[in-house]
């Protein structure tokens, strides 16, 4: 296993933790500028940070300042309640891949979606069986897209606290299923991202970790689970502060052979009322003691 504790080389930062810097929005240059300066080698922006600071602009700054990316945030929400709601997810989904590409993106992550407005607070419907079918054809549609343009696709499972909302995939064992029917040939553009903020309390995580194997994982996201948690969202835990042991599922991840970043994915009310400057030091801190 890598040695975390000497440097942060291997620290990337999910750039929705420091969006709000005193409460305030913080522009995507900013963050980006911060990290740089701080010796941080990776990014993951989200996609609409990077529209308001321009595709262009972005990717430009990425390259000048010499970053990496470490996934790109996100695509999915493939659900829709009929045929003109499933193309229009995957219109946008095929837009996604191509601002994946154009930032050179190892991975475009994917929170799948589940019943049809769910995330406004209106479910449509309940059929979550549904919702399931049209997140694999959904992923098996934009798989193609993907291979040819040449960007990975990294399904991640989240929480099943959001199985109604954010994501009917809610297990690795649920996506590493998805990839072996979707891409049964393991071609290394279809696989999962971990987090461990939606896994550390799945009982089968190790067991489906050696499954996945070097080649489905495709991204590591680490943040801490707080008790108790007081919103859903956005009460993620700094790395250390909740009972998530990380270092253990970053061990089972390399024992078979990830050797990627870890990507510090905090939504935070709380952090986000700090400096980001402070946030990012904390994080670079955090990285060495406990991840
Ligand atoms: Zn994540």
């Known amino acids: 296993m890598r040695d975390f504790s000497q440097d942060h080389r291997f620290l990337s930062i999910n750039t929705a933790t420091v969006r709000k810097s005193h409460g305030v929005e913080l522009p995507l240059s900013e963050i980006l500028d911060s990290c740089a300066r701080k010796?941080?080698?990776?990014?993951?922006?989200?996609r609409d940070q990077?529209?308001?600071?321009?595709?262009?602009?972005?990717?430009?700054q990425i390259k000048s300042l010499g970053l990496e990316l470490s996934g790109y945030c996100r695509g999915g929400m493939f659900p829709a309640i009929d045929s003109a709601g499933l193309s229009a997810a995957l219109d946008d989904n095929r837009r996604a891949v191509d601002e994946a590409a154009e930032l050179k993106a190892p991975c475009l992550v994917l929170v799948v979606g589940s019943l049809p407005g769910?995330?406004?607070?209106?479910?449509?419907?309940?059929?979550l069986s549904l919702a399931r079918?049209?997140?694999?054809?959904?992923?098996?549609?934009?798989?193609?897209?993907a291979q040819k343009v040449g960007v990975p696709l990294a399904i991640e499972p989240l929480h099943p606290m959001y199985a109604a909302d954010r994501s009917c995939v809610n297990?690795?064992?649920?996506?590493?299923?998805?990839?072996?029917?979707l891409d049964p040939r393991?071609?290394?553009?279809?696989?999962?991202?971990?987090?461990?903020?939606?896994?550390?309390?799945?009982?089968?995580?190790?067991?489906e970790i050696a499954r996945a194997g070097?080649?489905?994982?495709?991204?590591?996201?680490?943040c801490d689970w707080m008790t108790p948690t007081t919103d859903m969202l956005n009460d993620r835990g700094?790395?250390?502060?909740?009972?998530?042991?990380?270092?253990?599922?970053?061990?089972?991840?390399?024992?078979?052979?990830?050797?990627?970043?870890?990507?510090?994915?905090?939504?935070?009310?709380?952090?986000?009322?700090?400096?980001?400057h402070e946030v990012l030091d904390v994080c670079i801190e955090r990285h060495c003691q406990v991840v």
Not at 39 to 46: E, K, N, T, Y
Not at 50 to 60: D, E, K, T, Y
Not at 118 to 127: E, F, V, Y
Not at 172 to 177: I, K, N, W
């Open 39 to 46: 010796g941080i080698r990776a990014v993951s922006p989200w």
């Open 50 to 60: 990077v529209h308001a600071a321009g595709l262009s602009n972005v990717a430009r």
């Open 118 to 127: 769910g995330l406004q607070g209106r479910a449509i419907s309940k059929d």
């Open 133 to 145: 079918t049209q997140v694999r054809d959904g992923i098996g549609e934009l798989l193609e897209y």
């Open 171 to 181: 297990t690795l064992e649920q996506a590493l299923d998805l990839c072996d029917e």
């Open 186 to 207: 393991r071609s290394g553009t279809l696989g999962v991202a971990v987090d461990v903020y939606h896994l550390w309390w799945d009982p089968k995580l190790q067991q």
């Open 214 to 222: 070097k080649d489905r994982i495709l991204a590591f996201h680490v």
């Open 238 to 276: 700094m790395m250390g502060d909740g009972v998530i042991n990380i270092s253990q599922i970053r061990s089972w991840l390399e024992a078979e052979g990830f050797s990627g970043y870890s990507e510090v994915e905090i939504f935070s009310n709380n952090w986000w009322q700090r400096s980001h």
